[in-house]
């Protein structure tokens, strides 16, 4: 059988709840350009999360000044949120994807394995969605993760959900109304029970998540009810990374949107643990690639 050449171009996908960024390189592995789309959550909405990714994709082309006929004749690998589960993924199987090859796994293993080079390492995930992991020669063992709706504690999301719960409570009259309350419904322009929960019912993660500086904001103002949230997030996100940490016997990385603001709220062996981030999940993506680790290939 006669060897297809190597492609003149990869790229490397990082598909989040809320966006998705893609970054093209050539052969040698040099940067070439990036583009950013919206969610690219494969478990939640898949047919959004392809043509995030295509539009991502498309984007870093033209960033790069390439043309879109090349697209065709490029590798494609992707870490993706919800790419672990077993359904997600047998769906992103049947996607007829304009490139030469398209290969992906769960976000969580790119972001880690980019973070740490490929050694052993732990990370901490704070974006829309949260999560912590460790890589112990070559094997990734995943603490928490399991979602908007039964997981992802001290996310983003979860910190904006909170915030509408508590708020809720607030408009009952079950809890006093403060200025959580008050930033919740201007943010949302809903005064009553009724409105916020019309407003919210359907609505995706990253709609929640959109809460998250306000909260913060108020939290290190000392107002009492954001306190209480970023801290009782911020106790299990601490509790996941030092698992994390222990099993895999190395450093921690952090990443993800909101890593950052959360870091001062972490318990101190998490961040006296901290160092930096070898590479992002987008490279991490096509080293795992390289290696032949990426997993499924379409």
């Known amino acids: 059988m006669k060897q297809q050449p190597t492609p003149r171009y990869f790229v490397g996908v990082d598909g989040g709840g809320t966006k998705c960024r893609a970054e093209l390189y050539d052969s040698q592995g040099k940067l070439l350009g990036?583009?950013?789309?919206?969610s690219a959550n494969i478990a939640r909405h898949g047919n959004t999360a392809?043509?995030?990714?295509?539009?991502?994709?498309?984007q870093a082309f033209t960033a790069a000044n390439v043309s879109d006929t090349e697209i065709t004749e490029t590798v494609v690998c992707a870490g993706l949120?919800?790419?672990?589960?077993?359904?997600?993924?047998?769906?992103?199987?049947?996607?007829?994807?304009?490139?030469?090859?398209?290969?992906?796994?769960s976000d969580l293993a790119t972001a880690i394995y980019g973070a740490h080079?490929?050694?052993?390492?732990?990370?901490?995930?704070?974006?829309?969605?949260?999560?912590?992991a460790a890589m112990v020669d070559g094997k990734l063992t995943q603490f928490g993760g399991h979602g908007f709706l039964l997981g992802d504690k001290g996310s983003g999301a979860w910190l904006g959900?909170?915030?509408?719960?508590?708020?809720?409570?607030?408009?009952d009259g079950v809890v006093p109304q403060d200025e959580l309350t008050a930033a919740v419904c201007n943010h949302y322009q809903c005064d009553t029970?009724?409105?916020?929960?019309?407003?919210?019912?359907?609505?995706?993660?990253?709609?929640?998540?959109?809460?998250c500086p306000a909260i913060l904001s108020l939290a290190g103002a000392n107002l009492a009810s954001a306190?209480?949230?970023v801290t009782r997030g911020s106790a299990y996100l601490s509790d996941i990374a030092r698992k994390a940490i222990t099993?895999?016997?190395?450093?921690?990385?952090?990443?993800?949107?909101?890593?950052?603001?959360?870091?001062?709220?972490?318990?101190?062996?998490?961040?006296?643990?901290?160092?930096?981030?070898?590479?992002?999940?987008?490279?991490?993506?096509?080293?795992?690639?390289?290696?032949?680790?990426?997993?499924?290939?379409?």
């Open 117 to 132: 080079g490929g050694q052993n390492g732990a990370v901490l995930v704070i974006g829309t969605g949260s999560c912590a």
């Open 81 to 105: 949120a919800g790419a672990n589960l077993p359904s997600a993924a047998a769906a992103l199987r049947q996607w007829q994807h304009p490139f030469r090859a398209f290969h992906f796994t």
């Open 227 to 229: 306190t209480a949230l």
């Open 193 to 211: 029970p009724t409105a916020l929960v019309d407003r919210l019912n359907q609505a995706h993660p990253g709609s929640f998540g959109e809460m």
């Open 34 to 38: 990036a583009g950013i789309s919206g």
């Open 50 to 58: 392809t043509q995030s990714i295509a539009t991502a994709v498309a």
């Open 247 to 298: 099993l895999s016997q190395g450093q921690l990385v952090m990443t993800g949107g909101v890593a950052e603001a959360m870091q001062p709220w972490l318990d101190s062996d998490i961040r006296d643990a901290l160092t930096a981030t070898q590479f992002g999940p987008e490279w991490g993506a096509v080293l795992l690639h390289q290696k032949g680790d990426l997993g499924d290939a379409l």
């Open 161 to 171: 959900k909170q915030a509408v719960m508590y708020t809720l409570e607030a408009l």
